[in-house]
């Protein structure tokens, strides 16, 4: 790997500065983070008013381009449309209703403090940067905890209808990480709820004609002019024409790419194409190694599964996680008495319990099977057992916190969660990296901003649950008007159509690539090779990764890519709806980001959060990182498919929380 750079991410903002990404006579690589200076409580506002504003006449002279949405993309698309701006708003499914968000279950994070149990925004900072285990931005950390206040009050005037007490006030739970109740959620929907809210924003601003929706329709290229970002090639996945779509910015809110591993807790729909394509276009890609696997989903049942189902993590707000004392108990829970029980989240962290983050959670269940102590006919499984709060609390309670749940997973497993505890297992859920952005959310080709899961985002190497929504909210209602309007107002732009050279020679290769695809007319099917790819990642850079597994999975990766682009089947034509054609593009991507995140991790030694790499523990078997070597975020540059990408190091620094090995005990 070559490392060209070390960077600075401090320095001044700058009204007009928009590079962020410099080369110096040397030869390395800078990147500017864009943090304005002074105290961090007043980051926000000092940039906020550093930034130039767009007159309001002049906003309607301006085309954004939304790629995404979801929460992130939704959000955005009202508020900018909401502004005056021209948006165009691009997804794959058939309604921005149906994005991935409105699968999230467990709630959202906002330091509201209704339960007066010691919150505050400086708590809800600490906790996060604590949580990513120190590998997060502190600046961009403090303004998501700032924002999370106004997120709440931005919905409940949408009318979303947020969980609440007897007495009529927001309800709040615990999450994972946190020893206050901070969470607001929905019932086990909140994610449906707030897209809702989201969604009828939207809509408004698309009856008033100032968003144009365009629902399945697939981004498959950026178009770079002069250096700046001004369009993108899509494909009409029904009538498979392509189209070029030209503007002032492009706004990437187009979500995470856990479906690398093919088997995932995501939406099957949900894919990296977008910022693959921007990183093909020079966008750094930051972090990819860093990937959440999730403590409580549904194990997997067998070869022929496609998807990975969550239980909401705002179950181990009432459930015990334990496993037998005995390896190789086979005994039916209720057979086994408490003596013979080992309640290990507990035991371990008596502080925190069953609340400890995601990634000490999964590690710890994956030890306890490791040591053949799981349950369930694979032994890929511990119990999530309700039975001492449905005696304390009474059915009823829990029927009404988590009935929804219980329903589903009685479905897919056909046991009653009421009656027999829950078998629950690891899974891929979440992706930290992604691609990089400034404290402007802003890539590192100038006029493409990335929001929500896309961006590599405020969490460091591990998220807390029910901080995702937050983010992706935070970028889309409260930080890209501003920053964007900054931009706008603060660059030069030469007029752009879609007859440039640049627009017609991306709009090319996006329709060589489709033919290329098409014309291998292999034997084995794009599901087949994603299947062995995803095992391939999930084995060497899933829960825990070591230097010659990573090295062999690249190799591995590497072949097998060679394979799909010799041997891939892809049945129909370009001209119509073709499923197997938009995933075999997409896998085509997978593989090349695959390859990439095993670069990533082997490249960090150190473990951090959910980067668990097993020459670096403790004696206590918890992740051991080194401060010294790797606090910096690593941002890749894409050189061609199989060759080394280059290395840049955005440093990290930490003047508020002081990194210290986290415990939960
Ligand atoms: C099962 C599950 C439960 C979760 N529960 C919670 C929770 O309780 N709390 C929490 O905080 N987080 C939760 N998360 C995480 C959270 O849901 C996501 O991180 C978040 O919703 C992502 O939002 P987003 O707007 O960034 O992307 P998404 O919602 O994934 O939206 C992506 C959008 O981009 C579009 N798109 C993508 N690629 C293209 C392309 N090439 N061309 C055109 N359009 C494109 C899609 O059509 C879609 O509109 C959960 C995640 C899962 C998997």
Redesign the pocket.
């Known amino acids: 790997m070559r490392e060209t750079m070390t960077g600075t991410m401090t320095g001044t903002m700058t009204e007009t500065k928009t590079e962020t990404r410099t080369v110096t006579k040397t030869g390395t690589t800078k990147l500017d983070a864009r943090i304005p200076a002074g105290p961090i409580e007043q980051a926000w506002d000092t940039a906020r008013f550093e930034m130039k504003l767009v007159n309001p006449a002049n906003k309607r002279r301006h085309t954004l381009l939304v790629?995404?949405?979801?929460?992130?993309?939704?959000s955005a698309s009202a508020t900018l449309g909401e502004l005056g701006y021209n948006v165009k708003c691009?997804?794959?499914?058939d309604s921005?209703r149906?994005?991935?968000?409105?699968?999230?279950?467990?709630?959202?994070?906002a330091a509201k403090n209704y339960q007066n149990d010691g919150d505050s925004i400086y708590r809800l900072f600490y906790d996060t940067v604590k949580g990513g285990d120190f590998r997060a931005r502190e600046a961009n950390v403090y303004r998501l905890a700032q924002n999370s206040v106004h997120i709440i009050d931005q919905c409940v005037a949408q009318g979303v209808p947020f969980a609440r007490e007897y007495g009529g006030s927001l309800e709040n739970r615990s999450f994972g990480g946190a020893q206050v109740s901070r969470t607001f959620?929905a019932r086990g929907q909140?994610?449906q709820q707030l897209?809702l809210g989201a969604y009828q924003a939207l809509e408004r601003q698309v009856d008033t004609g100032q968003v144009t929706m365009l629902p399945r329709?697939?981004?498959?290229d950026l178009i770079v002019i002069d250096g700046q970002a001004r369009g993108i090639v899509?494909r009409n996945l029904v009538t498979g024409k392509l189209s070029v779509h030209m503007g002032d910015a492009v706004i990437l809110?187009?979500?995470?790419y856990?479906n690398v591993y093919y088997l995932?807790?995501?939406?099957k729909?949900?894919?990296a194409?977008?910022i693959w394509?921007a990183h093909r276009r020079g966008a750094l890609f930051a972090n990819p190694c860093f990937t959440q696997i999730?403590p409580t989903c549904i194990p997997v049942s067998g070869d022929y599964q496609s998807k990975l189902?969550?239980m909401?993590?705002?179950l181990r707000n009432d459930g015990r996680i334990w496993v037998p004392k005995q390896k190789g108990d086979k005994r039916r829970p209720d057979e086994i008495p408490e003596g013979e029980r080992d309640y290990y989240l507990e035991r371990k962290y008596p502080a925190f319990g069953n609340l400890v983050p995601r990634d000490v959670a999964s590690r710890n269940a994956k030890a306890v099977c490791d040591e053949g102590r799981g349950v369930g006919e694979t032994g890929l499984g511990v119990y999530l057992d309700f039975a001492e709060s449905i005696g304390r609390l009474g059915v009823e309670t829990i029927r009404e916190r988590y009935g929804n749940l219980f329903d589903m997973y009685q479905r897919i497993t056909d046991e009653d969660p009421y009656k027999v505890p829950m078998r629950i297992y690891p899974a891929i859920?979440?992706t930290m990296g992604g691609l990089w952005v400034d404290y402007q959310l802003q890539s590192t080709i100038p006029g493409l901003f990335v929001?929500?899961?896309?961006n590599f985002s405020d969490h460091g190497a591990n998220?807390l649950?029910?901080?995702?929504?937050?983010?992706?909210l935070s970028d889309?209602y409260f930080i890209i008007p501003y920053t964007v309007g900054n931009y706008l107002a603060g660059t030069k732009r030469k007029a752009v159509t879609a007859s440039d050279p640049e627009a017609q020679a991306a709009l090319a290769s996006t329709r060589e690539g489709i033919a290329k695809l098409l014309a291998i007319k292999g034997t084995r099917t794009v599901d087949s090779f994603h299947r062995e790819l995803g095992k391939i990642v999930w084995d060497e850079c899933g829960m825990s990764r070591n230097a010659a597994g990573l090295r062999d999975a690249i190799g591995r990766i590497r072949a097998l890519r060679e394979e799909f682009w010799q041997n891939v089947t892809v049945p129909g034509s370009g001209d119509d709806l073709n499923q197997s054609l938009e995933k075999a593009g997409r896998v085509a991507d997978f593989f090349e980001l695959g390859e990439l995140m095993c670069i990533d991790a082997l490249e960090r030694n150190e473990s951090c959060g959910g980067h668990f790499r097993e020459e670096y523990q403790t004696p206590e078997g918890e992740a051991q990182r080194d401060d010294e070597h790797y606090s910096y975020v690593a941002a890749w540059g894409y050189t061609g498919a199989g060759n080394k990408p280059e290395l840049t190091k955005e440093p990290l620094e930490f003047s508020y929380v002081h990194p210290s090995q986290r415990s939960y005990k």
């Open positions: 790629v995404g949405s979801g929460l992130a993309g939704a691009f997804c794959f499914q921005p149906r994005a991935h968000s409105i699968a999230a279950q467990g709630g959202i994070n959620y909140t994610g897209l329709t697939e981004m498959l899509a809110a187009t979500g995470g856990g995932s807790t995501n939406a729909g949900s894919n194409t977008a394509r999730h189902t969550l909401s993590e705002s859920h979440y929001l929500g899961e896309a998220r649950g029910a901080s995702a929504l937050m983010q992706g889309g």
